[in-house]
C-alpha cells in the first residue's frame, strides 16, 4: 500500500504508520484522513496484523492538529471541509477503536489539536520526554473533534479536560503522564526501540483476547453494570472455545 501523506510498513505481525508531512509538522489534511481511514479498513481486515503503531514524521512533531494554513485558504468553504475531513478521520478512528489488534501512539513531539486526539483515542501511549501536548481548537475559535471530548474526560476527567480545552495549557511529557494521558516517557532517542518492544510483546500474545479486552472498555463506558457483565460472560465463555483460549489454560 503507498500513500502520500502516510508511511506504512509492516514488520513481521505489526503495522508502522507514519504520518508524514513533516514539513508541515505532520498535520492533518483532508488526503492524509482519506488515506488513514482506507488505511483502517485494510488493516482491520488483515488477521496477519497484530498490532498498530502510529507515529509522526521527524523530531519536531507528532500531529500538530489540523492543517490550519488549508483552512485560512478555504474560508469560504470552511464547513464543508471540515465535515469532509471529520467525517474520514472519525471512521478511521473507530476502525482502529474496534479492530481486534492493540493500536499504540508513539509520540515523538507536539501533539495539538486533532494529534491530541489520535494520542487520546489510541490504546496505549508511549512518548518521547521531549514530546508536549495541547489542544489549540479554542484558540483558533474551534472546537474539538477527533474523538477528544470522548476520550480526554474518561483518560483525566472532565475538569483537566476543560482546562486543557479553554486555556489551551501545554503539558510536557512528565505532566502527561502524571495526568493519565500516556502510558509511558522514554527518552527520545529510546523512543523507536521501546514502542517496538512494548509492540512486538503485545503482537505475540493473544490477540483476539486482546480484542475482546478494547471492546468491553469502549462498552463499558456507557452501560449497566449488569448489562457490561452479561458482556464480559458471553465474551469470556467465547473465548473459552478458542484455540488461543483453550492453550492458554493447558
Same mark, same amino acid.
Given at each position: 500500500?503507498?500513500?502520500?501523506?502516510?508511511?506504512?510498513?509492516?514488520?513481521?505481525?505489526?503495522?508502522?504508520?507514519?504520518?508524514?508531512?513533516?514539513?508541515? !509538522?505532520?498535520?492533518?489534511?483532508?488526503?492524509?484522513?482519506?488515506? /488513514?481511514?482506507?488505511?483502517?479498513?485494510?488493516?482491520?481486515? $488483515?488477521?496477519?496484523v497484530r498490532? =498498530?503503531?502510529?507515529?509522526?514524521?521527524?523530531?519536531?512533531?507528532?500531529?500538530?492538529?489540523?492543517? @490550519?494554513? +488549508?483552512?485560512?485558504?478555504?474560508?469560504?468553504?470552511?464547513?464543508?471541509?471540515?465535515?469532509?475531513?471529520?467525517?474520514?478521520?472519525?471512521?478511521?478512528?473507530?476502525?482502529? #477503536?474496534?479492530?481486534?489488534?492493540?493500536?499504540?501512539?508513539?509520540?515523538?513531539?507536539?501533539? +495539538?489539536?486533532?494529534? &491530541?486526539?489520535?494520542?487520546?483515542?489510541? $490504546? &496505549?501511549?508511549? +512518548?518521547?520526554?521531549?514530546?508536549? !501536548?495541547?489542544?489549540?481548537?479554542?484558540?483558533?475559535?474551534?472546537?474539538? $473533534?477527533?474523538?477528544?471530548?470522548?476520550?480526554?474526560?474518561?483518560?483525566?476527567?472532565?475538569?483537566?479536560?476543560?482546562?486543557?480545552?479553554?486555556?489551551?495549557?501545554?503539558?510536557? #511529557? %512528565?505532566?502527561?503522564?502524571?495526568?493519565?494521558?500516556?502510558? %509511558?516517557?522514554v527518552p527520545?532517542?529510546? &523512543?523507536?526501540?521501546? *514502542?517496538?518492544?512494548?509492540?512486538?510483546?503485545?503482537?505475540?500474545?493473544?490477540?483476539?483476547?486482546?480484542?475482546? =479486552?478494547?471492546?468491553? &472498555? /469502549?462498552?463499558? /463506558?456507557?452501560?449497566?453494570?449488569?448489562? %457490561?457483565?452479561?458482556?464480559?460472560?458471553r465474551s469470556?465463555?467465547?473465548?473459552?472455545? *478458542?484455540?488461543?483460549?483453550?492453550?492458554? @489454560?493447558?
Amino acid at each position: 500500500m503507498s500513500y502520500e501523506t502516510l508511511e506504512f510498513e509492516m514488520r513481521g505481525a505489526v503495522a508502522h504508520i507514519t504520518l508524514n508531512r513533516p514539513k508541515a !509538522f505532520n498535520a492533518l489534511s483532508l488526503t492524509m484522513s482519506k488515506e /488513514l481511514c482506507d488505511l483502517s479498513i485494510k488493516l482491520g481486515e $488483515d488477521k496477519a496484523v497484530r498490532c =498498530v503503531v502510529i507515529t509522526g514524521s521527524g523530531e519536531a512533531a507528532f500531529c500538530a492538529g489540523g492543517d @490550519v494554513p +488549508a483552512f485560512a485558504e478555504n474560508l469560504e468553504t470552511l464547513p464543508t471541509l471540515l465535515k469532509e475531513m471529520t467525517t474520514y478521520l472519525h471512521m478511521a478512528i473507530s476502525r482502529f #477503536a474496534w479492530m481486534r489488534a492493540p493500536v499504540i501512539a508513539a509520540v515523538n513531539g507536539v501533539a +495539538a489539536g486533532a494529534g &491530541l486526539s489520535f494520542v487520546a483515542c489510541t $490504546d &496505549l501511549a508511549i +512518548a518521547a520526554d521531549s514530546a508536549t !501536548f495541547t489542544s489549540a481548537y479554542t484558540k483558533i475559535g474551534l472546537s474539538p $473533534d477527533g474523538s477528544s471530548t470522548y476520550y480526554l474526560p474518561r483518560l483525566i476527567g472532565t475538569r483537566r479536560t476543560a482546562e486543557l480545552y479553554m486555556t489551551n495549557r501545554v503539558l510536557n #511529557a %512528565q505532566e502527561a503522564l502524571d495526568w493519565g494521558l500516556v502510558n %509511558q516517557v522514554v527518552p527520545a532517542a529510546d &523512543l523507536a526501540a521501546e *514502542t517496538e518492544k512494548l509492540a512486538n510483546k503485545l503482537a505475540d500474545g493473544p490477540t483476539e483476547a486482546l480484542g475482546a =479486552v478494547k471492546k468491553l &472498555l /469502549l462498552m463499558s /463506558l456507557n452501560d449497566s453494570l449488569e448489562s %457490561q457483565m452479561e458482556r464480559e460472560t458471553r465474551s469470556i465463555a467465547h473465548l473459552g472455545g *478458542t484455540a488461543d483460549g483453550q492453550e492458554g @489454560v493447558r
